[in-house]
């Protein structure tokens, strides 16, 4: 199985070969990609443990440091991990300056077609003139909130003795579940339904801003950003747009967040929440907003950026990040030996703020796993809540209890 991976992986990275390179700077100081074969680097591992008897639902017990590699080098880090039953963990770590999960996706589910010797259904494009500047340059204001210039950040943060700690875990929520937190996120003045993205997220807004017990905590304020992909959003229904942007390799992603005081988050209703995590989102949603994205990004060259969300003041309250792996292929990367039973990511950022990454079942359609990266404390009280909501993640929720 790992000279199948090893080989088809080769030949993957040859329409891939952003992932063979590596990142230097150049004369202005930015980074940039050397696309010079350097290859990726490939561990073969061996885990004396069953598959279904890997604590999947604290993945920092059973996960981290153990089955995901740590990238050194390069762009891309592999690692395959054979198991006693006979299993088999693949696990990818890439540097995001280059590639978002999108693009990741592709390249996941290319490797997998070479592996079973079939066509590429889709071949990467890196046309960075799809994302070229406007001349002259224009942004709404609302740009300049939601990014901040490394050289405008406050002083970091001193490290506090007995600090909570960000800690992962991942769980199972079922279609019937999501479907209430849509009922309940939804206001009655409302035309068509939440999403289950914008109620889920609501929700964990809520409860995130519950867990704030900082000195004078109501009134803090409580951050919660979306991540949003710009593909669809700069195609706007041109379909040779439409076409080049589906298979665009690269980052195409804007991070709009909202920020509302605990108390509010805390006594209103979920679908006032539900409301407000629309509003924030709609604004980013649209082909203009990510036109003056790019703009913006020129318009700081070359100095280098962050978000908003993790650069919080010391008066700021509890904060995290939502992204949607709904498009996790699961069911695609199939290297010749069947469908995996769990596709997941493993996201501890190493920012100060959390972060929750709900992913597609791949045992049932319209189930999530839920992979969150979160303070201790914020996990307990969800656990304390919401354990009618979040299942731990188990072998018995994957079919995986009579696995060989």
């Known amino acids: 199985m790992v000279r ?91 540097d995001h300056r280059i590639a978002d999960a999108y693009s990741t996706n592709m390249f996941l589910v290319s490797w997998a077609e070479m592996a079973q010797s079939k066509p590429l259904s889709v071949i990467p494009s890196f046309r960075r003139s799809l994302l070229n500047p406007r001349h002259p340059g224009s942004y709404a204001p609302s740009l300049d909130h939601m990014y901040v210039p490394i050289s405008a950040l406050p002083p970091p943060k001193v490290p506090q003795p007995g600090a909570d700690p960000l800690i992962s875990r991942l769980y199972y929520v079922t279609a019937e579940k999501l479907s209430l937190l849509q009922t309940l996120a939804t206001s009655k003045s409302s035309s068509y339904k939440r999403t289950k993205l914008e109620s889920l997220s609501a929700f964990l807004w809520k409860i995130v801003a519950k867990s704030a017990h900082m000195e004078n905590a109501n009134q803090k304020i409580c951050k919660m950003s979306v991540v949003v992909d710009g593909r669809k959003r700069l195609s706007s229904g041109d379909e040779d747009m439409t076409t080049a942007m589906a298979s665009y390799f690269g980052n195409v992603l804007s991070f709009p967040f909202g920020e509302k005081i605990v108390n509010d988050l805390k006594e209103k209703p979920l679908s006032w929440v539900g409301d407000e995590v629309h509003d924030f989102l709609e604004a980013a949603m649209t082909k203009e907003h990510f036109l003056g994205l790019i703009d913006w990004v020129e318009a700081h060259r070359p100095e280098p950026a962050t978000l908003n969300m993790c650069c919080s003041g010391n008066s700021d309250g509890p904060g995290f990040m939502v992204s949607s792996g709904q498009r996790f292929p699961v069911t695609k990367v199939d290297f010749g030996w069947g469908r995996p039973a769990l596709g997941s990511y493993h996201f501890p950022w190493g920012e100060e703020v959390g972060y929750v990454m709900p992913m597609p079942s791949p045992t049932v359609d319209g189930d999530w796993v839920v992979y969150m990266h979160l303070l201790k404390a914020q996990i307990e009280l969800i656990e304390t809540e919401a354990a009618d909501i979040f299942s731990p993640l188990t072998a018995d929720r994957l079919n995986l209890l009579n696995a060989d």
Do not use: W
């Open 4 to 94: 199948v991976l090893k080989e088809a992986m080769a030949q993957a990275l040859v329409p891939y070969y952003a992932f063979a390179g590596e990142i230097l700077s150049n004369s202005l100081g930015e980074a940039e990609l050397l696309c010079n074969n350097r290859g990726v680097d490939f561990l073969d591992a061996y885990a004396d443990v069953k598959l279904q008897d890997l604590n999947l639902y604290n993945p920092d017990e059973s996960i981290e440091g153990k089955l995901v590699p740590t990238r050194k080098h390069g762009v891309l880090s592999v690692q395959v991990t054979e198991l006693k039953c006979g299993g088999i963990v693949v696990a990818c770590t890439f």
